[in-house]
Antibody
Framework: EVQLVQSGAEVKKPGESLKISCKGSGYSFTSYWIGWVRQMPGKGLEWMGI????????RYSPSFQGQVTISADKSISTAYLQWSSLKASDTAMYYC???????????????WGQGTMVTVSS | EIVLTQSPGTLSLSPGERATLSCRAS???????LAWYQQKPGQAPRLLIY???SRATGIPDRFSGSGSGTDFTLTISRLEPEDFAVYYCQQYGSSLMYTFGQGTKLEIK
């Protein structure tokens, strides 16, 4: 079964650092882009950025450039989303997603992780 | 940056009725690059439609997508109880940039 399994919920204080993970299985991890999507409480979906684990080519949404770091370790089929200094406004559910393959499906996210809830509060 | 505007914000219908959800882009979008997702409470979104009109694996044929240019539509021909959820459109732009619409909530009337 093709799946993305994310790390568990986190509760952090403002100013702390955090790295959450997303492990792919059931497919060739290095052959598909992995993205991250934010959903703030009660709000819609926001695309944050994407990485190609095969060569670590990474792109960021202008809204998130410089705010987070996306990385991947292809040896363990895992992608990461990282903050160096969390803010209360980072409180949200974060989903990792797989970019599909093929001309049409490559414009969509065909597999979603279960989400990681990050709560930042003093 | 292309902005996607979905309407209505909330749609109240009964099971068995037909639902029509709209997604309008601020500039022309290739129909190859328009997708729709469904999100139920407490769950991750799932892909319904890609390439504006192709159903994703396992999606019932009561779901259909259409449109081109700046106007796209998701139609659910006959609503089932499990279809009441939030729906998002999404477009893919150049340089691997993606944008989501703000969502339409489909609720039971």
């Amino acid at each position: 079964e093709v799946q993305l399994v994310q790390s568990g919920a986190e509760v952090k204080k403002p100013g702390e650092s955090l790295k959450i993970s997303c492990k792919g299985s059931g497919y060739s991890f290095t052959s598909y882009w992995i993205g991250w999507v934010r959903q703030m409480p009660g709000k819609g979906l926001e695309w944050m950025g994407i990485i190609y684990p095969g060569d670590s080519d990474t792109r960021y949404s202008p809204s998130f450039q410089g705010q987070v770091t996306i990385s991947a370790d292809k040896s363990i089929s895992t992608a990461y989303l990282q903050w160096s200094s969390l803010k209360a406004s980072d409180t949200a559910m974060y989903y990792c997603v797989r970019r599909g393959s093929g001309y049409y499906l490559s414009a969509a996210f065909d597999i979603w992780g279960q989400g990681t809830m990050v709560t930042v509060s003093s | 940056e292309i902005v996607l505007t979905q309407s209505p914000g909330t749609l109240s219908l009964s099971p068995g009725e037909r639902a029509t959800l709209s997604c309008r882009a601020s500039q022309s979008v290739s129909s190859s690059y328009l997708a729709w997702y469904q999100q139920k409470p407490g769950q991750a979104p799932r892909l319904l439609i890609y390439g504006a009109s192709s159903r994703a694996t396992g999606i019932p044929d009561r779901f259909s997508g259409s449109g081109s240019g700046t106007d796209f539509t998701l139609t659910i021909s006959r609503l089932e109880p499990e279809d009441f959820a939030v729906y998002y459109c999404q477009q893919y732009g150049s340089s691997l940039m993606y944008t989501f619409g703000q969502g339409t909530k489909l609720e039971i009337k």
